[in-house]
């Protein structure tokens, strides 16, 4: 018997654990593989979606911002047709003094600051 545990203990009678060593070696390493690959296609996934979603993100905004500038442009067409209809109802209400229409003048470019003269 201790025969026995003495051949057991040799080197040589130990090879198989090296070959399941190597092996669950192996198996590991091709695990370590796959999961790197996985992670850089998750990786790629994530960039492609973060894209996408800049992308969107970026179109919403550009609608926005159109919606808000025709917005602007019909309040600009709007005031604009309401100081010509007031400047015309005043010119014909002042038609016979100059120097009130010159002080109404005066007044309406300090009012608006020259911009919708």
Do not use: C, P
Not at 2 to 23: S, V, Y
Not at 71 to 99: M, P, Q, Y
């Amino acid at each position: 018997m201790k025969e026995k545990a003495d051949n057991f203990g040799r080197a040589e009678n130990l090879g198989w654990i090296d070959d399941e060593l190597r092996e669950f070696q192996i198996i590991l390493e091709t695990e370590m593989e796959e999961k790197l690959r996985e992670s850089v296609l998750a990786e790629e996934h994530t960039r492609q979606r973060l894209s996408l979603m800049e992308e969107e993100t970026f179109r919403q905004v550009e609608e926005e911002w159109v919606e808000k500038k025709n917005i602007l442009l019909h309040r600009e067409r709007e005031i604009r047709k309401e100081t010509a209809l007031f400047t015309e109802s005043l010119k014909g209400f002042l038609a016979d003094n100059s120097d009130l229409e010159m002080l109404l003048e005066k007044t309406w470019t300090d009012l608006t600051g020259g911009v919708l003269s």
